[in-house]
């Protein structure tokens, strides 16, 4: 990798889809006129905007199992480094082992302290990252991203349309039956049971 003295986080392209990322979840959660509903402890901003930034990486051939990092330009490292979280986000859960109870973080103490926001988004986006590669692993994937029918292009939709759904200020346990709600909604409950299977498997099952 090429060393900068300070490597610019603009012309990292997954540095970018994750900012404007939390754009699309502030201002679609509680509704267009309202930006104050994701501010809670168990707030899941960081993993949807994680998430978007590697749904906008994804390309023909790829798999679930190869492991897809985030803000390796701005680190110095190669697009195989480790990247800025404390995983690789992969399907394979013997190099991403995290399942809900790591997204437990105490509440801080001290109010500058917001490093809690990631653990929680990297479980959440862990989770929808899998969930990803169960849509496109029953739908195929389409590299039309505007107009496409692919399970990428479908678990896009669903998404944004659980954004909306949830409650204002959510937790992951609310956030994922928006999901389900949102899928409910659109298609009467055809993959109910793929999005709860999903989620069990991460340790977010019915209890």
Request: proline letters at 4%; hydrophobic letters at 35%.
């Amino acid at each position: 990798a090429v060393t900068f003295v300070n490597s610019d986080g603009d012309f990292d392209n997954g540095i970018i889809s994750h900012e404007y990322g939390h754009g699309i979840s502030t201002r679609l959660a509680g509704g267009p006129g309202n930006s104050s509903c994701l501010n809670n402890y168990e707030a899941m901003g960081e993993g949807w905007s994680d998430w978007f930034a590697l749904m906008m990486q994804l390309k023909t051939g790829d798999v679930g199992t190869s492991p897809r990092t985030i803000a390796t330009f701005a680190l110095s490292q190669a697009t195989t480094g480790s990247g800025l979280r404390q995983y690789p986000y992969t399907t394979d859960m013997s190099v991403n082992p995290l399942t809900f109870i790591n997204s437990n973080e105490p509440i801080p103490t001290d109010p500058t302290n917001t490093s809690y926001r990631y653990v929680v988004g990297e479980f959440w986006a862990t989770t929808l990252w899998d969930l990803t590669w169960a849509y496109i692993n029953k739908y195929g994937f389409d590299s039309n991203i505007y107009s496409g029918t692919g399970g990428n292009n479908k678990v896009m939709q669903l998404v944004l349309d659980a954004i909306k759904l949830q409650p204002c200020n959510p937790g992951i346990v609310a956030g994922r039956d928006a999901l389900i709600a949102a899928d409910q909604a659109t298609t009467g409950g055809q993959d109910y049971c793929m999005i709860w299977e999903t989620f069990a498997r991460r340790g977010l099952g019915v209890n």
